[in-house]
């Protein structure tokens, strides 16, 4: 494969040449060399007529030795679907991309214990605490970050991970040589340096489209064991990569928001259509098996973020209570007891028993 590879960078890069064409053509012809340096007869009988013109006039602009240095010179890894590095779980996937382009470290370990976090480009004060909490929770349940370094959900996702010293991975929907947004590049730098990765299957310093995001949401997605929206509009493109994440068997998760907000719309959406309601990182270790919610409870001692929160914790010590009682007994107004509560249970500091009743998680 060493010899073929530059051949096989060069024809994953032409334009028209998707997965789906390229496994085929491998098929076909044995080696991407091969496929490379054949004859315009030949390859006509077996491209459609578009990607033909498109393959010849790109093999005659491309040149393989030049681009192959560059990729040395940038310090970028490059690693084929054939390799023993590539993700064994992103090959499970209908159209896993054939290459794909490293700058860091993608070791995701023998378990593959990762979770996309996702969701919109804004971010209420509400959506930033609850990515940040399940964030923080997830990478202490041992778990690798995966998303897209856009801004909003995404970026804060990766801050949130390197912020408690956890791993994560971002792919990215340009090539890894042209970080986009450009605000993020020491973002990106920062995940490099704390043993992560910026992954890309695009060429090196490919310009972000609108074209390749979707796209590079089913890396996102078939890097995970399952997909978590945060806070997200009703057309936001993390529910395309939600969507994915069901296409491809994993789980999609979504934390509930405020009735009245906007970007509460499409995890409300996603959980209509079966997605697991997430109030704290238990629900996401319970629907995947991993026996570590107790763990995680004990990791933290439960103390209230605010003097609100002390407060009603304090009550609780006594035993499971009643919201008209809590406010009665804490003389905090009752307008705002209800989302203090809802918000304390995402914490996983509380636990919803039903009926307007609440208690410790143990």
């Not at 990515?131 to 998303?147: H, K, M, Q, R, Y």
């Not at 933290?300 to 929160?309: A, L, P, Q």
Request: aromatic share 6%.
């Amino acid at each position: 494969m060493k010899s073929d590879l530059p051949y096989y960078v060069a024809l994953a890069a032409t334009p028209g040449i998707g997965p789906v064409h390229f496994k085929l053509l491998i098929k076909h012809f044995k080696t991407a060399e091969n496929i490379w340096r054949e004859k315009e007869e030949v390859l006509e009988k077996v491209l459609t007529p578009a990607i033909f013109r498109q393959f010849i006039a790109f093999r005659k602009s491309f040149d393989v030795d030049s681009y192959y240095k560059k990729i040395a010179a940038k310090n970028v890894k490059v690693i084929t679907i054939d390799d023993k590095s590539y993700p064994s779980i992103l090959k499970e996937i209908s159209d896993p991309p054939p290459v794909l382009y490293i700058k860091g470290n993608l070791d995701l370990g023998v378990e593959n214990r990762c979770i996309a976090v996702v969701g919109s480009r804004k971010i209420t004060s509400y959506g930033r605490q609850v990515t940040e909490i399940l964030v923080g929770d997830l990478v202490a349940a041992g778990f690798t970050i995966i998303s897209g370094l856009a801004r909003g959900v995404d970026s804060l996702a990766h801050k949130a991970t390197l912020e408690n010293k956890g791993k994560t991975i971002a792919v990215l929907g340009s090539g890894v040589c042209n970080i986009y947004p450009p605000e993020n590049v020491s973002l990106a730098e920062n995940i490099i340096n704390n043993d992560g990765a910026v992954i890309s299957e695009y060429p090196l310093e490919m310009l972000a489209t609108p074209g390749n995001f979707p796209s590079r949401n089913r890396i996102i997605s078939g890097l995970s064991l399952g997909v978590l929206v945060t806070e997200a509009g009703e057309d936001s493109g993390s529910l395309i990569t939600a969507g994915l994440a069901g296409e491809q068997g994993r789980e999609v998760f979504a934390v509930p928001g405020p009735i009245y907000s906007g970007l509460a719309k499409g995890p409300a959406q996603l959980i209509k259509q079966g997605a697991k309601l997430v109030m704290n990182v238990g629900d996401i270790l319970e629907e995947l098996n991993i026996d570590l919610r107790s763990k995680m409870l004990d990791l933290r001692e439960i103390k209230g973020d605010t003097e609100e929160e002390q407060t009603i914790l304090d009550l609780l010590r006594n035993g499971p209570t009643h919201i008209d009682e809590i406010a009665r007994a804490s003389k905090l107004p009752a307008s705002k007891i209800g989302s203090i509560l809802s918000l304390m249970e995402i914490k996983g500091k509380v636990k919803n028993l039903g009926s307007g009743s609440y208690s410790l998680p143990n």
